[in-house]
């Protein structure tokens, strides 16, 4: 269908990415979400394609795990050739819109606030163990309601191999602070901004982020309802938007999703789907799990204070003072490295504690893979293909891969298996439409973790009569 890609009506609404173009779509059920098309010379760099399903893959575990401030990822899909990002939320405007566009301008509480959100979701985004890598207002949406969520978090170095790291992050966020300080704020308020932007610079995001909070004296009464920011988005979606002809859908007829849990019930290899029916289906997520140490808090006490509008003076504790009483910077500075070395002895015990369970059990060895599929398929269905790969009942993962006669490629995926486990199913869904007759092999490829330390592989085959 022109203009619909796995289900989601591009509207026309489109801008330019580093990494390809955004589209504002409607999703079936008639919300809003966004849609980026990779720029096809990208994804042609060498494992480029494998690097953008890991980070998109990492993204969607981290919102599942509960971390807020990344534009919620929907789907990754393929075909023709080409990858689309789907996304549950829309991905315009951005910050860099709202600072071109020539009328209504946010005041400087709607610049604070976004300041503050992108600080603390960099914040744990680095908690993790990664960074953004592309961070400037081209990739900072704000959402209808005013909030302000990353986009495109690790694209730019899994297509173009560019340079990513917290301390780049930190110094492009710093860079934010003085371009909204000169664009949207004036007097004290421009002031504070450059100051959070120094405090960036010299001690990190919680500093300049606590820089803004106690400088919320300076900001116009009321900011944090976002009142102004709203306002100014609805100016925004009257105004005249860049719009282009919608892209026609892929003509194969066919799209692949590129994400797939890993949990050891994963309901699928891979699931092919039509446009017309959407990403959904048995490849759904229940089973990922996140792999990022102790976890990442959602939200701190920063935040809150932030969203909550309270006093920044009964709950920001200044250095100066502790319990009402004086102390000096060298108690301060001793707490925080002693919270510093309590959590490092936490996640040094948590990893002990993973490896010592780990190497309770004999390690994974794969002895067998049976493959089974129904032997006819009528017009427009599925076929269900069964794969059920025998173990040991060791613990462990192993990789494999879904080889299909019709020359679709599928990324090689890789399986976790719990200890006492001695088999894991991995099915295969092919959706095949159109008239005519068609006989469709499947293969199960497992590459590592086998007994025999050579890869194993079943197929089986279907007719399709239409």
Not at 284 to 301: I, K, L, N, Q, S
Request: net charge positive; hydrophobic share 40%.
């Amino acid at each position: 269908m022109p203009g619909t890609i796995a289900g989601h009506r591009l509207t026309g609404r489109t801008r330019a990415s580093e990494v390809g173009s955004w589209h504002d779509a409607v999703a079936p059920d008639g919300s809003p979400s966004g849609v980026l098309r990779f720029d096809p010379a990208l994804l042609a760099q060498p494992g480029g394609r494998e690097r953008l399903v890991a980070v998109v893959s990492t993204d969607r575990r981290l919102q599942q795990s509960g971390m807020a401030g990344l534009l919620p990822i929907h789907d990754l899909v393929a075909a023709g050739g080409e990858i689309w990002l789907i996304t549950s939320r829309r991905a315009m405007p951005t910050v860099a819109d709202l600072l071109t566009d020539g009328g209504r301008r946010p005041d400087a509480g709607s610049a604070a606030t976004v300041l503050v959100e992108i600080a603390q979701t960099l914040l744990s985004v680095h908690a993790a163990g990664l960074s953004h890598g592309a961070l400037h207002p081209g990739t900072i949406i704000v959402l209808e309601d005013g909030a302000a969520q990353l986009a495109e978090r690790g694209l730019l170095e899994a297509l173009r191999g560019a340079p990513a790291s917290p301390a780049r992050d930190i110094a492009a966020w710093a860079e934010l602070a003085r371009v909204l300080a000169a664009s949207w704020a004036d007097g004290p308020a421009a002031g504070l901004f450059d100051r959070a932007a120094s405090a960036a610079t010299t001690q990190g995001l919680s500093a300049a982020r606590d820089t803004l909070l106690a400088g919320r004296d300076m900001l116009p009464a009321g900011f944090t309802t976002r009142q102004a920011l709203v306002e100014t988005l609805h100016w925004w979606s009257m105004s005249a938007v860049p719009t282009s002809p919608a892209p026609a859908a892929p003509d194969t007829g066919e799209l692949v999703t590129l994400l797939h849990p890993d949990g050891p019930r994963a309901a699928a290899a891979a699931t092919v789907h039509s446009p017309a029916n959407g990403p959904g289906g048995a490849n759904g997520a229940d089973d990922v799990h996140m792999r990022f140490g102790p976890g990442v808090p959602t939200e701190t006490t920063a935040a809150q204070i932030w969203r909550s509008g309270r006093d920044q003076q009964s709950t920001v504790h200044h250095p100066e003072r502790v319990g009402g009483r004086p102390v000096k910077q060298g108690s301060a500075r001793t707490l925080a490295w002693s919270g510093s070395i309590l959590v490092a002895i936490l996640v040094a015990a948590a990893v002990i504690l993973i490896r010592g369970c780990a190497a309770s059990g004999p390690a994974l060895a794969v002895s067998g893979v049976n493959v089974t599929s129904p032997k006819k398929v009528g017009c427009d269905q599925t076929a269900t293909i069964k794969a059920r790969v025998v173990t040991n009942g060791g613990v462990g993962s192993f990789r494999y891969v879904w080889l299909r006669s019709d020359g679709q490629k599928l990324p090689e995926q890789e399986q976790s298996v719990q200890s006492g486990a001695k088999s894991v199913d991995l099915p295969l869904h092919w959706k095949v439409t159109g008239k005519g007759t068609f006989k469709g092999t499947a293969t199960l490829r497992v590459l590592t973790a086998t007994s025999t330390g050579k890869p194993v592989q079943d197929k089986a085959s279907f007719t399709y009569k239409c």
